[in-house]
Nanobody, 118 residues
Framework: QVQLVESGGGLVQSGGSLTLSCASS????????LRWFRQAPGRERGRVAH????????NYADSVKGRFTISRDNAKSTVYLQMNSPKPEDTAVYYC???????????WGQGIQVAVSS
């Protein structure tokens, strides 16, 4: 059974820091690209960050570039999103996503709320 379980969300002050984790099981983690998406109320879900299956390539949405860092630990089957200097506009439900490096299979976590206070 495939599972992606996010943790580490909650309330953070603007300018602080927060690290989200997504622990995975039930699939071959090292053969999947990992992504973080977010969805704010009334808005579409959008991709925040991407890390390749090898970890050698990362890219970010312009709105978080320079503030957020995605990383992965294949030994722990876990992907992280370090959020530095968050802003109120980063408030959203954050989802982790696994996309097969070869093929179209993908899996989603259940989402976790992040709220940034000003």
């Amino acid at each position: 059974q495939v599972q992606l379980v996010e943790s580490g969300g909650g309330l953070v002050q603007s300018g602080g820091s927060l690290t989200l984790s997504c622990a995975s099981s039930g699939f071959t983690f090292g053969t999947y690209h990992l992504r973080w998406f977010r969805q704010a109320p009334g808005r579409e879900r959008g991709r925040v960050a991407h890390i390749s299956s090898s970890g050698g390539m990362k890219n970010y949405a312009d709105s978080v570039k320079g503030r957020f860092t995605i990383s992965r630990d294949n030994a722990k089957s876990t992907v992280y999103l370090q959020m530095n200097s968050p802003k109120p506009e980063d408030t959203a439900v954050y989802y982790c996503n696994a996309l097969a490096a070869r093929g179209i299979q993908q899996y989603w976590g259940q989402g976790i709320q992040v709220a940034v206070s000003s």
